[in-house]
Each structure stands twice: as structure tokens, then as C-alpha cells.
């Protein structure tokens, strides 16, 4: 089974997407799955999963019900308040969603640094594990160092790395971020996503600028511990679903059909449904 393990649907007029502007013109308007469905039925991708993009309960409930009415969609990572003080409440109560897979505060946009590093957040982490959730995070590279020390703290909580931490492809300053990935790796209990690289990259990227990265993240992680996502439709602000599908394919190339079919799809499923999602068909 083929699996996108990373995409998004909104509705501007929700009004809870801060960071969504019109400046950002490929994106901005409403996306939903019959936008989407061409570029699943061009990759043969036969399921999704639909990840949070407000830091809002509201929103989260929104693409649940979306879910539950779309057999594509196997699972949602959403997102809940993480500094609430009834947050263990609001995540064993999330979790009666059968199609909550995971939650993902987003940790790019909070100005403390350091948040992952809160003693406040621990037993929340502890209420995911219970619950079978995964923790998608949303990460810089500075934030990687401050990831590695709260997966020491937990290690029967799994941990989905989205777009590879981030590295500074239009820079290519990529060394720190080679580093702290190796140590990440080092982890059973962290996957990486294989997402979201081409808007990291110059405008014109070519597929040799995402060479390294790509290579770095299958020599720590292996085929076994990859998997991949389209980040549509932010993917729209750097060439789109098919250039981005056309490169992943290229950089994989070498790898076995079992390893291309485990990054596409059968990790997707090993991590987000076995405990959690209902339609593993």
C-alpha cells in the first residue's frame, strides 16, 4: 500500500491559519481532498495521512470529521494545547478518535526555544504513549539538540521527525544539522519524514541539491525507519505534488523494491496505524 504521510486540507475562511497569508498566493485558498485525489491516482497512492496545520482543537476536530467521512484518509495528526493546564484531559479525550493518530505542537513557532525542554510537558508525553499517539515534531535544526534530550526522557513515546528537521538547503549549511541527525538516529523510538526538503531549497532546485540531505537521512535512519510525504499543498510553493513525487523517486532509485515500498507507504502504516488507525486496508 502507498501511503502520503504528510499532507494538509483548509478552509481559509475557519480564520485560525495565522501563518497563511496572501502573500503566500500558490496557497492561499481552499484545499480539500477532491484537489488532491489526481495527484494520489498519478502516484498510485492508495492512502493518507492528514496532518494539522492551525494550532487549534477547532481545526483538528475539522479534519476528524473529514476523516471519518473519507476512507482515503487512515489517520489524523492533530494538534492540542500542550501549556493548557487540563492538557493529560484534553489529550485522553482526543484520543477517542479513533483516527487520531498522533499530535504535533508546532514547535517552529514558539518563541521559547526551549519549550521541549518544560518539566510541564512530560506528562503529556506520558498520555500519548498511553494512548497509543505519535509526536509529530515540527522542528528547526537549532530545536534538534533539545529533541534528542526529550526522547531520551521517553523512550516507549514514538517520534516522527517532519521534513527532515528542516536543513538549510538554500544555504547548504547543513553540518550541525548532519550531526544532530546521526545522534537522533541513534533512537529506535524516532522516524524520519521524508517531506517538505523542496521548500527548505533555493527556488530552483534541482534534484542534486537534495542529494545530500536524502543520502544523510537513509545512511542514519535506513529504509526501515523513512517515510515519505508530499507536504501538498504547501509542496505548491516549490514545483508541486509531481516534481516532488519525480524527485523522491529518483533519489530512492537505488534502494530495493522492499525498501522503496516500505519508505512509501509500509512505514507509514508500521508507524501511525497499527495501534491507533482502523483501516489498514
Known sequence: MRIDAHHHLWTLARGDYGWLTPDLAPIYRDFCLSDL??????????????????PTEAETMFLLDIAENADLV?????????DAADGVARIEALAGRKL????????QDIPDDDWLLRPALAPLLAAMSRNGLVFDALVLPRHLPRLL????????LKFVLDHCGKPQL???????WQRDIALLAEH????????????????DWQIADLRQVVDHVITCFGPRRLLWGSDWPVVNLAGGYT???AAAQTLL???SPDEKADIFGGNAVRTYLPTRGRRIH
Open 243 to 245: 516534481k516532488w513525487f
Open 100 to 107: 487520531l493518530v498522533g499530535l504535533r505542537p508546532m514547535v
Open 253 to 255: 532509485a537505488d534502494l
Open 149 to 156: 534530550r526529550v526522547i531520551d526522557s521517553h523512550p516507549d
Open 170 to 176: 538554500a544555504t547548504g549549511e547543513i553540518a550541525i
Open 37 to 54: 485525489a489526481p495527484h494520489l491516482s498519478a502516484a498510485d497512492i492508495e492512502g493518507t495521512i492528514l496532518v494539522q496545520a492551525a
Open 74 to 82: 487512515r489517520g489524523v495528526v492533530g494538534w492540542t494545547d500542550f
Open 188 to 203: 529506535p523510538n524516532m522516524v524520519c519524514k521524508l517531506s517538505g526538503l523542496v521548500t527548505e531549497a533555493a527556488p
